[in-house]
């Protein structure tokens, strides 16, 4: 076995044994350091910085290790930021793996593992806020900063920059494949810390690129480069239709053997393909092509990454995703476009982006060559097979006529490639923003203030003009703190003079949600009685933390004031106060919107509404958005008295809500929005909102009905994706067979929560009443067809004009369950009281819950047995 890392470089080691012990190690494991790593360690062992700007395949990573070694030899505190979550999380098992996950830990903003811990694992916005909150006294030692060129992203940027302008005593290491000319930055870190800056840069790669431009239909270049023993391929798109349709098309052309269709079905084993997208892919990958974006549920994504390590997959379609540090081998990239949308407009990719996706062709220890295949446009690609096709024949080369580009299409050619394939990337331009909770956490710093904060809008990164433009954006902030009371200025004959704040903040203020003040100031605004409009007769408390249980309130006068405060449904405008501080799950409210305005269009239609009048009205149909009028106007009030919650854009809507009022399961809610591509999207925004109703609504204001729905989410999440919920359980249970099914573990039983169990019957239950009171006989007979719904509809609809479905009519009261003979049948006997305008409550539904189905499927399996009136 192996010696451990931290035998050979023990705590209290100098630089040399750091050095020799690290190289000692690497080779026991087969890893002989390349000059450049060989150099980047004798650098980092003797306490300089590294700036490490190599390709990709190079072994980053294993300078990464060696830096975090050399911390915990000298007892420091190292830290490792990525710019995703994924990389993030990646690397913290990563080195839990080398060093024990009792030196490891993991911060992400809405979670912490282990964060006391000498090496921590986070984004570069976690380290950010720190360096601002604690500034030259922060407790960091060392800064591992990975995919280092998004210090230029005009968005992100300043995270990366601020702990370079911020932590003197820390030793850096820069590490990105495509970085351009550092020299500026390089000098200023030496400037500030006083040590010197090591550029390690021009590095030849290891495993050497082969590049070329085809004007052959993908199809054709696919067959061609797995003939020739080019894959895996990795077929890059920009946008995740493109990528679905592509592993479509190829699904017909033969990728694998019948032997390697055994080998994938082997490694597969059980897993789970629960959901439409899921059988899909099952598909796919059984046939040697995988599927890669950032829609994708987690188990997918990790399945698809760990078929493609083992070398199962011949072909994965995907976005550019895999441009950001995923280890997946592959050997060739097949960019289908050079251009792409960036969120403004279509545009080329810039040099950076085009190296940083061919740099994922060939890697170390799997190729010894990558290969980057560039697609022609598609009218170049047609009008090379006309004049194929034409040969040297004169009369026929004559008659064709060449096809342009579509109207408004950006255009690439053979020039573009060889301009991006031989271009440097571009130099880094600093983007060093100032907001209003930046400014907080640089105040709740105490000191010379003034200082700080005039240190970090003029010594810093940023040109001349731009730092005075921050200099005027600090001033405005400041002066609306000030006259917000949140931050008061003591004059210099106090006994304690400067600029401070007026409110303690919690130690992680800006890192989770940070609208989650406004939230509980809101949530006071609903009465957990009734939820019915209510204005609250307690006092204001005054100015309180902008980050914290008593962050703020909104006054009485405000209360008494909002129309519409609740809907009746105290525990779903809850819910709805919590969605408003979420980010937006763009794909779902476009859905919503879309279908909501089908409706629209189609009543006007019934009403005989002309063309140019529904067009009209059809500009204010949106998505659902409940207590909006509530919620802006209680917004504008707390940030009148905490204005740096401006910083960040409330947004109503209704996802969760949707689900829980409508009934939906998962599967069900992707159907009913056509968000098959969007699965992870939308289940990465339930898990957010599971989180932030667990841990910002108070336990004084969580009713019966609120702790159900939370159990319901909770549990839902699980059952869908566990690995959101349970991330950690693979610390505990390791799976060390690497040829292993690649099986997760499945979620814990159903059965198992019973709160949220009851939540999932009572849910298939009120999805019965809300048809019956459509009177959708065809549905509720799909669902039930031993139940005659026709006949029991229409008896019920002669003694009543309606069926109720408010928040009465889904109350708990109204259902019961018999639990008596579960032993024996394995079947809960339930019953669900219909609502009659009436109020007799003499109809009902009555059904039988199968346990061991509903275990197998992870959902409440409901069958009803009779409709009947007492």
Same mark, same amino acid.
């Given at each position: 076995?192996p010696?451990?890392?931290?035998?050979?470089?023990?705590?209290g080691?100098?630089d040399?044994a750091?050095?020799?012990g690290?190289?000692?190690?690497?080779?026991?494991?087969g890893?002989?350091?390349?000059?450049?790593q060989?150099?980047?360690v004798?650098?980092?062992?003797?306490?300089a910085h590294?700036i490490l700007?190599?390709?990709?395949?190079?072994?980053?990573s294993?300078v990464?290790?060696?830096?975090h070694?050399a911390?915990?030899?000298?007892g420091?505190?190292?830290y490792y930021?990525?710019p995703?979550?994924?990389l993030?999380?990646?690397k913290f098992?990563?080195?839990?793996?080398?060093f024990?996950?009792?030196?490891?830990?993991m911060?992400?903003?809405?979670?912490?593992?282990?964060g006391?811990a000498?090496?921590?694992c986070?984004?570069a916005e976690i380290?950010?806020?720190?360096a601002?909150?604690?500034?030259?006294d922060t407790?960091?030692?060392?800064?591992v900063?990975?995919e280092?060129?998004?210090y230029?992203?005009?968005d992100?940027g300043w995270?990366?920059q601020?702990?370079l302008?911020?932590?003197?005593r820390?030793?850096?290491?820069?590490m990105s494949?495509?970085?351009?000319d550092?020299?500026?930055i390089?000098?200023?870190?030496?400037?500030?810390t006083?040590r010197?800056?090591?550029?390690i840069?021009g590095v030849e790669r290891?495993?050497?690129?082969h590049?070329s431009y085809?004007?052959v239909p993908?199809?054709?270049?696919?067959?061609?480069?797995l003939?020739?023993?080019?894959a895996?391929?990795y077929i890059v798109?920009f946008?995740?239709?493109a990528?679905?349709?592509r592993?479509?098309?190829?699904?017909?052309v033969r990728?694998?053997?019948?032997?390697?269709?055994d080998?994938?079905a082997?490694a597969?084993?059980?897993f789970?393909?629960t959901?439409?997208?899921?059988r899909?892919?099952s598909?796919y990958?059984r046939a040697?092509?995988?599927?890669h974006?950032a829609g994708?549920?987690?188990?997918?994504?990790?399945?698809?990454?760990?078929l493609?390590?083992r070398?199962?997959?011949?072909v994965i379609c995907?976005?550019?995703t895999?441009g950001?540090?995923?280890?997946?081998?592959i050997?060739t990239?097949?960019?289908?476009?050079?251009t792409?949308?960036d969120g403004q407009?279509?545009?080329?990719?810039s040099?950076?982006?085009?190296?940083?996706i061919?740099g994922?062709?060939?890697?170390a220890?799997?190729?010894t060559a990558?290969?980057?295949?560039?697609?022609a446009?598609?009218h170049e690609i047609e009008?090379?097979?006309?004049?194929?096709k034409?040969a040297d024949?004169?009369?026929?080369?004559?008659?064709i006529v060449?096809?342009?580009?579509p109207q408004?299409f950006?255009?690439w050619?053979?020039?573009s490639?060889e301009?991006l394939?031989t271009?440097?990337?571009e130099?880094?331009v600093p983007q060093?923003?100032l907001?209003?909770?930046?400014?907080i956490?640089?105040?709740a710093r105490?000191?010379?203030?003034?200082?700080?904060?005039?240190?970090l809008v003029?010594?810093?990164?940023e040109p001349?003009?731009?730092?005075?433009e921050?200099?005027?954006?600090?001033?405005?902030?400041?002066r609306t703190l000030v006259?917000?009371?949140v931050?008061?200025v003591?004059?210099?004959?106090?006994?304690?003079?400067?600029?401070?704040?007026?409110?303690d903040?919690?130690?992680?203020?800006?890192?989770?949600?940070p609208?989650?003040?406004f939230?509980?100031?809101?949530?006071?605004?609903?009465?957990?009685e009734?939820?019915?409009?209510?204005?609250?007769?307690?006092?204001?408390?005054g100015?309180?933390?902008p980050a914290?249980?008593?962050?703020?309130s909104?006054?009485?006068?405000?209360?008494?004031?909002?129309?519409?405060?609740?809907?009746g449904?105290?525990?779903?405008?809850v819910?709805s106060v919590i969605?408003?501080?979420l980010?937006?799950?763009?794909?779902?409210?476009s859905?919503?919107q879309?279908?909501?305005?089908?409706?629209?269009?189609a009543?006007?239609?019934?009403?005989?509404?002309?063309?140019?009048e529904?067009m009209?009205?059809?500009?204010?149909?949106?998505y659902?958005?409940p207590?909006?009028?509530?919620?802006?106007?209680s917004?504008?009030?707390?940030?009148?008295s905490?204005?740096?919650?401006?910083?960040f854009?409330l947004?109503?809507?209704?996802?969760v809500r949707?689900?829980?009022?409508r009934?939906?399961?998962?599967?069900?809610?992707?159907?009913?929005?056509?968000l *098959? =591509? @969007?699965e992870g #999207?939308v289940?990465?925004y339930?898990? +957010? !909102?599971f989180?932030a109703i667990r841990?910002? /609504?108070?336990t004084?204001?969580?009713?019966e009905e609120?702790?159900?729905?939370i159990?319901?989410l909770?549990?839902?999440?699980?059952?869908?994706d566990?690995?959101?919920?349970?991330?950690w359980?693979?610390?505990?249970?390791?799976?060390?067979?690497?040829t292993?099914?690649i099986?997760?573990?499945?979620?814990?039983s159903?059965?198992?929560?019973?709160r949220?169990?009851?939540?999932?019957i009572r849910?298939e239950?009120?999805r019965r009443?809300?048809?019956a009171?459509?009177?959708?006989?065809d549905a509720?007979?799909?669902?039930?067809?031993d139940?005659d719904w026709p006949?029991?509809?229409?008896?019920?609809?002669?003694?009543?004009?309606?069926?109720?479905?408010g928040?009465? *009519? =889904? @109350?708990?009261? #109204?259902?019961?369950v018999?639990e008596? +003979? !579960?032993?024996?049948?394995?079947?809960?006997? /339930?019953e669900q009281?219909?609502?009659?305008?009436d109020?007799?409550h003499d109809?009902?539904?009555?059904a039988?819950v199968?346990?061991a189905?509903?275990e197998?499927v992870g959902?409440?399996v409901v069958?009803?047995?009779?409709v009947?009136?007492?």
């Open positions: 076995m010696t451990s890392l931290l035998d050979l470089i023990p705590r080691a100098g040399d750091i050095y020799e690290f190289v000692e190690w690497a080779e026991g494991r890893l002989g350091l390349y000059p450049a060989d150099e980047a004798i650098e980092i062992a003797s306490g590294v700007s190599t390709p990709t395949g190079t072994g980053k294993l990464a290790v060696a830096a070694a911390a915990l030899a000298r420091g505190r190292s930021t990525a995703i979550k994924a993030v999380s990646e098992f990563a080195l839990v793996d080398i024990g996950p009792e030196n490891v830990g911060v992400t903003g809405d979670s912490s593992v282990n006391d000498p090496i921590i986070c984004t380290l950010a806020n720190q601002l909150r604690h500034g030259a407790d960091v030692d060392q800064v900063m990975d280092f060129h998004y230029g992203d005009p992100r995270a990366w601020v702990p302008l911020l932590l003197p820390a030793q850096f290491v820069l494949a495509t970085l351009g550092v020299s500026d390089a000098a200023d870190l030496t400037r500030r006083g010197p800056t090591a550029r840069t290891p495993v050497p690129l590049f085809v004007r993908v199809h054709e270049t696919v067959e061609d480069l003939n020739t023993g080019q895996p391929i798109h946008s995740q239709a990528a679905m349709e592993a479509q098309a190829l699904s017909s990728i694998v053997s019948r032997e390697q269709r080998e994938i082997d597969i084993g059980g789970r393909f959901t439409a997208f899921g899909t892919l598909r990958v040697g092509i995988g599927v974006h994708m549920l987690p188990r997918y994504r990790r399945l698809v990454e760990t493609a390590q070398g199962l997959l011949r995907g976005t550019d895999l950001v540090g995923i280890n997946v081998p050997r990239v097949l960019l289908t476009a050079l792409k949308f407009r279509m545009r080329q990719l040099a950076r982006e085009f190296h940083q061919a994922r062709a060939g890697r220890g799997y190729d990558g290969t980057v295949v560039v697609m446009p598609e009008n090379a097979a006309m004049f194929a034409a024949d004169p009369k026929k080369l004559r008659k060449r096809k342009k580009a408004g950006v255009n050619s053979e020039a490639f301009r394939e271009a440097e990337p130099p880094l060093l923003q907001t209003a909770a930046m400014m956490n640089v105040i105490g000191g010379d203030v003034f200082a700080h904060v005039r240190s003029f010594d810093n990164h001349r003009a731009r730092q005075y921050l200099a005027r954006r600090a001033l405005g902030i400041f006259a917000a009371g931050v008061e003591v004059d210099a004959g106090a006994e304690a003079p400067g600029i401070r704040l007026t409110v903040l919690q130690p992680n203020f800006a890192l989770n949600q609208l989650s003040p939230a509980l100031a809101a949530i006071e605004l609903l009465d957990p009734d939820g019915r409009d209510s204005a609250q007769n307690s006092a204001n408390p100015p309180a933390s914290g249980a008593e962050s703020g909104i006054s009485p006068d405000a209360r008494s004031s909002t129309p519409g405060v609740g809907t449904h105290y525990a779903l405008d819910v969605e408003s501080t980010d937006d799950p763009r794909p779902v409210l859905q919503q879309f279908q909501a305005r089908g409706e629209a269009v009543a006007m239609k019934r009403e005989g509404i002309e063309y140019e529904r009209e009205a059809l500009e204010e149909v949106t659902p958005k207590l909006e009028a509530l919620l802006a106007q917004f504008e009030v707390f940030a009148a905490q204005p740096w919650v401006r910083d854009e947004s109503p809507k209704s996802v949707d689900m829980f009022e009934a939906l399961s998962f599967a069900e809610m992707i159907q009913v929005y056509q *098959a =591509r @969007s #999207l289940l990465r339930l898990s +957010d !909102a989180r841990q910002t /609504v108070p004084d204001a969580q009713t609120l702790l159900d729905i159990e319901w909770g549990e839902l999440v699980r059952q869908v566990s690995s959101l919920v349970d991330e359980e693979s610390l505990i249970n390791p799976a060390d067979d690497p292993a099914p099986v997760p573990p499945a979620p814990p159903v059965l198992t929560n019973r949220a169990f009851l939540v999932l849910n239950l009120f009443v809300q048809l009171a459509l009177q959708r006989d509720l007979t799909e669902l039930d067809p139940v006949a029991a509809l229409d008896a019920y609809y002669d003694e009543h004009d309606e069926l109720l479905t928040g009465a *009519a =889904r @109350s708990p009261a #109204l259902v019961s018999d008596t +003979d !579960a032993a024996a049948s394995g079947l809960w006997n /339930v009281t219909l609502d009659d305008p109020g007799n109809w009902r539904i009555r039988v199968d346990l189905a509903s197998e959902t409440a069958r009803v047995t009779e009947l009136r007492l």
